[in-house]
């Protein structure tokens, strides 16, 4: 299982989505870093290095990376179905299952992936900017990026790392719906397209108040309210599991 | 015990049949070629059973094993179910072969190359796949194929896409595959080559198995006589023979030559000419389908 799974990260790796979103996801910071017009945007004129690094998180999740982690799982099995070579995996006597808990937990990784992509490049954008401590906040805590005082970088490394932890989260259970429509579909584009239109439809069920602290899209901004983890954390990993047991499901009668 | 047998099987998408229960066996060390028009169902058949697809009936057994209920029953299956078969093509063939290796649990690196050389891989083995031609791939996949040394060799177009020298070498490999008691189920079109060596014919058509010829010592007879729909009429009345048809200015036959003979001779035909033809499947077959 493990060189399956090695091997499903080496694929996954090489698929060109995956590529250039960690290459965006790499140097966009500094894009960020040398706008000009954040004031207007975020009301921000940056004092410090982290609020680089919080910008480029903020930015990334509004819809980058849940785009570009829908659509790498999306390909992981998608282009195996273009290249023909899913039939080939599938003739060997490899349970189904097995290969798609590899595929999954491959997706699953990459979200973090791409957060450190984020947040190597957000560090290095932000050096000249200084990486010490600063009075004003990371637009993470208490204060947002005015912040309460003088904020250390100590504090501010833990509630960055604290936010990309949870931005990963967040991003796992479209990994799994993503991959879930992929075996659905067998395509990329159309699993990639089904799980965005997924995602705006229970937005639109907002307008349902009971339903709205069990929708996964209520949690899309867990990095930046940690504080409604309790509830969020355990609904992500039921729904990430969820869209995992029906992929394996799907995919175990699914015609080739 | 058949290395491979179909009972019943059969698919159909929504209301459509696309297959109807189809019942075949192939014993070890035969080779049993699957003929057909285009959409006669020889390709989901391939799928059905190497396990790709699932029947909405029937089952299709390897060596005992049922395909959709046990993966593990794959163990004894090797496949080419796609022309040119597919690769990663950022790999080298060698790569490739090594994956395939490690999912099919063979452990010897030395059986690659001895499945590269036996393909005529050696010299391209160590490129990535990507630059290779059709032909190249065509051979990889067999190559793939033979890897775990398979109990049931299952081939969908297994020369699509090759040269007359890839074509002659693939024929040999699987005539030699028999041999070894491989048992071999392949599609094709192209029959006179297939007919040299395969033991069986089935003939698809219409998501049904209309005919199953058992090419093993065949013999056909054509018989050059007056008046020529008497003789055919009454040729086909004899229990010795077992076919006989119209064709050109003569009929063809099979079954005992000197009982038919000796009947038509009783019945005052005027005989002009009798003599041995090796059956011709590709004529078989063409008036088969057009029949059904």
Redesign the interface.
Known sequence: ML?LLV?ELY?LF?LRSVQLGLLAAFLLPFLWALAPGLKEAYGLVLASGWQVVSLSLMAGMEFLFPFLVMMAASESLGSEVA???L??????????TRLILAKLLSALLYPFVLLSASFLGSLLAGLPHGLGGFYGGTGLGAGGFAGVGFLSAQEALGQLLSAHLLAGIVLLPLAALALLYATVFLSTTASALAAVATLLLMRLLVAFPTLTPFLLTTYLDLHLRPNAAGLGLPLLLIYTLGFALLAALVFE?K?? | MEALRLEGLGKRYGRKPILEKINLSVHPGEVYALAGPNGSGKTTLIRLVTGLAFPSEGRALLLGEDVHQNPQARRHLGAVVEAPAAFYPYLTGRENLRMRAYLAGVKEEDRITEVLARLRLLAVADQKVGSYSLGQRQRLGLAAAILHRPKVLVLDEPTSGLDPEGVELVHGLLQEMAREGVAVLLSTHHLEEVSRYAHKVGILGGGRLLDEVVLEGRKAYRLEAEPLEGALALLKTLPQVASARIQGQAILFEGEVEAALGALLREGYRVKALHPQGFDLKLYYQERVKHA
């Not at chain 1, 039939?87 to 189904?96: F, G, N």
């Open positions: 060189r091997f694929k090489r290249q023909g070579t039939k080939s995996l599938l003739l060997h006597p490899l349970p189904r009668r015609d080739l």
